[in-house]
């Protein structure tokens, strides 16, 4: 069975700090590509930030670079989105995704497989 999991969410304070954790099973391999996204009430989902398999090449939005950061463990089949600085308008459920056969990094959420349930981030100002 695939599975993605998230944790990490919950509510804090503008100025704060989380790091959520995605941990892959099944048939999600190692050498996928690995993104997170968020979706806020009434948007879409947006991409937040990206890693190729060998932690090589990252991506972010112009909206967190400087505050977030990617990461992932490949022995444990695990990725990780690093929040600092937090601002009330980062509050969205966040997704890890998956995406296979990719060698570089996925910006196209459509080259996604694999999502997870989703976490939540809230921020208070």
């Known amino acids: 069975q695939v599975q993605m999991v998230e944790s990490g969410g919950g509510l804090v304070q503008a100025g704060d700090s989380l790091t959520l954790s995605c941990a892959a099973s099944g048939r999600i391999f190692s050498s996928y590509a690995k993104g997170w996204f968020r979706q806020a009430p009434g948007k879409e989902r947006e991409l937040v930030a990206a890693?190729?398999?060998?932690?090589?090449?990252?991506y972010y939005a112009d909206s967190v670079k400087g505050r977030f950061t990617i990461s992932r463990d490949n022995a444990n089949n695990t990725a990780y989105l690093q929040m600092n600085s937090l601002k009330p308008e980062d509050t969205a459920v966040y997704y890890c995704?998956?995406?296979?056969?990719?060698?570089?990094?996925?910006?196209?959420?459509?080259?996604?497989?694999?999502w997870g349930q989703g976490t939540q981030v809230t921020v208070s100002s």
């Open positions: 995704a998956a995406a296979p056969g990719l060698s570089g990094i996925g910006v196209d959420k459509l080259r996604y497989d694999y």
């Open positions: 890693i190729n398999w060998r932690a090589s090449s990252t």
